[in-house]
């Protein structure tokens, strides 16, 4: 059974930063395209970064050179590095595995199989 399991939200000040960390059990980080999207309250969720299975990236426009991407395999876990945090970060940021594609740097969320809970990110001006 696959679990993917978010943490490291919480609340900041505009121009902080935190990193979110994703736990994986019963799947293999880095064997297919992984992605952090985000939902705010009534807006659709969309895709904040994507990693594939030999390494390569893809930002949304809107978080390129604030926030970082990354994979430990060692851990198991996907990371994703936040900083220069603003209002608009504000969130619920979800984890998501691919189940298919391995390479190809695709943020739409029916691409992805496995998806997280959730953690809580708050960005306060």
């Known amino acids: 059974q696959v679990q993917l399991v978010e943490s490291g939200g919480g609340s900041v000040q505009a121009g902080g930063s935190l990193r979110l960390s994703c736990a994986a059990s019963?799947?293999?980080?880095?064997?297919?395209?992984m992605a952090w999207f985000r939902q705010a309250p009534g807006k659709e969720r969309e895709g904040v970064a994507v990693?594939?299975?030999?390494?390569?990236?893809k930002y949304a426009d809107s978080v390129k050179g604030r926030f970082t991407i990354s994979q430990d395999k060692a851990k198991n876990t996907l990371d994703l590095q936040m900083n220069s945090l603003k209002p608009e970060d504000t969130a619920m940021y979800y984890c998501?595995?691919?189940?298919?594609?391995?390479?190809?740097?695709?943020?739409?969320?029916?691409?992805?199989?496995?998806w997280g809970q959730g953690t809580q990110v708050t960005v306060s001006s």
């Open positions: 998501a595995g691919g189940s298919w594609r391995k390479y190809g740097l695709v943020l739409a969320t029916d691409e992805y199989s496995y």
């Open positions: 019963g799947y293999t980080i880095g064997n297919y395209c």
């Open positions: 990693i594939d299975s030999v390494g390569r990236i």
